[in-house]
């Protein structure tokens, strides 16, 4: 079908993607590198690792021979009676990883599920210890995925407003950004005091999709302290932050305090299959024995995906973990880190800038805006098509734009992004 190009539109549904009648989308042929190869010839940086899951760059060749290698041995098996090399590996390395009260890795298929995965083992370990509780306490404006549980920890606005009726309710409190935290703190406390509360779920760092908004460990450590004072269990959604991004493997791993749920996904396979992944404590998983008693098999956690630790997708997974546990790849982190730090004391004097955050490999940019705020404004489309037609993709969140690139991006790549933000602000304001 060589004019499937032209053809996208008559049979294909994209997601986060406006029904218009000139709604266009790139058909994408080949990538390398930060790179994104389109059919016309044009070339894209990918200045956000297709929706934060590239880690070292586009169709990586260590990493696509060991998908090939996997496909061609074992494709895939039910993970109910059996297991796999693959699967196995993957979850000892990544509880390597991590402190020693972790002790089991339950798979599933994306970021959503994660969240789903750990919302239920949440709920489910308070009915195991014949002490069922209700409430749910969430961080503002959170994205936690599209999935009804997902959805419900999350923040509320155009994005669920069709489904607000049918999700169960959460208690919100602001997210601990500066000037914030002491809000947020008394806020928890005084939710927690309430008693009936199951868990409480936040994105650690660094909250993504409100438009990279970025809060200090020093803070998550006094909240998770709370919540382990009161006995609440603390879900860390890393679908995000893992991986590298905050600077450290994982966002909580600048905290003393650990959550007892860690979701991930996104980063995990390098960018290449889709899965996600709930690290549970041994305190949790002990919850789900099977014992001789009233509850018995009810105390089993009878939940899982046709796909779950799809064998290609595990070996991706380990293929990329083999690469982050090279030094140069901490070398990169690093080294992205440095220059985001640098710009950003340049860009917050830009004449359209309000603020500038970064942290890690992040670095956002928030534009003043004239009229509402919010996804849908025009800024937002300027600025997309300002970077487009200097072939970066930034797709940004309303009026903030973000860099979180692939480990790989060189300082010559980074310039050119940051000349693009100059650029704007100068045609913006000349
Ligand atoms: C993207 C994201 C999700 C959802 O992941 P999907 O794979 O898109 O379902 C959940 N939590 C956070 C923090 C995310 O950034």
């Known amino acids: ?60 060749p260590y990493i696509a021979q060991r998908v090939a290698e996997q496909a061609a041995t074992l494709e895939h098996v039910m993970f109910a009676g059996f297991t796999h090399q693959p699967a196995v590996e993957l979850a000892s390395r990544l509880l390597g990883h991590l402190p020693a009260q972790y002790s089991k890795v339950f798979y599933s298929d994306n970021g959503s599920t994660a969240v789903e995965v750990a919302l239920k083992m949440a709920f489910q370990y308070w009915f195991n210890e014949d002490s069922p509780r209700k409430r749910v306490i969430a961080l503002e404006n959170a994205y936690h995925g599209d999935t009804f549980g997902a959805m419900a920890v999350g923040g509320r606005g155009v994005f669920t407003a069709p489904f607000d009726p049918f999700l169960f309710d959460v208690e919100f409190i602001p997210a601990p950004v500066p000037g914030m935290e002491q809000e947020a703190v008394s806020k928890l406390e005084s939710l927690l005091s309430k008693g009936d509360v199951a868990s409480f779920i936040f994105e650690p760092l660094v909250q993504g999709t409100a438009g990279m908004q970025v809060y200090s460990a020093e803070v998550l450590d006094t909240m998770l302290e709370l919540c382990r004072q009161h006995g609440v269990l603390t879900i860390a959604d890393e679908v995000m932050t893992g991986f590298g991004r905050t600077g450290t493997l994982f966002a909580t791993d600048q905290c003393t305090h650990r959550p007892d749920l860690i979701c991930l996904s996104k980063g995990i396979t390098g960018g290449f299959l889709p899965m996600g992944v709930t690290i549970c404590t041994d305190a949790i998983y002990k919850a789900f024995w099977l014992r001789d008693d009233a509850k018995g098999r009810m105390r089993t956690f009878l939940h899982g995906h046709s796909y779950t630790a799809n064998p290609m997708a595990c070996a991706a997974a380990v293929a990329s973990l083999d690469l982050l546990e090279r030094e140069g790849t901490w070398e990169n982190i690093s080294r992205i880190e440095a220059r985001h730090q640098a710009f950003a004391l340049e860009a917050v004097a830009l004449n359209g800038v309000a603020a500038v955050r970064h942290k890690g490999v992040i670095l956002a940019i928030e534009y003043h805006t004239p009229q509402h705020t919010g996804y849908f404004n025009s800024l937002r489309d300027r600025l997309y098509d300002h970077f487009m037609q200097r072939g970066i993709v930034l797709r940004p969140l309303g009026n903030i734009i973000y860099i979180l690139p692939p480990y790989c991006i060189t300082d010559q790549e980074l310039d050119i992004i940051y000349q693009a933000i100059r650029e704007f602000d100068h045609e913006e304001h000349q």
């Open 1 to 60: 079908m060589s004019d499937w190009p032209s053809r996208d539109r008559d049979s294909v549904w994209h997601p986060f993607t406006a029904i218009t009648h000139d709604s266009e989308n790139i058909p994408i042929v080949r990538a390398e590198g930060v790179w994104l190869y389109a059919a016309d010839g044009m070339r894209y940086m990918d200045a956000i690792s297709s929706w934060w899951v590239n880690l070292h760059g586009h169709a990586h």
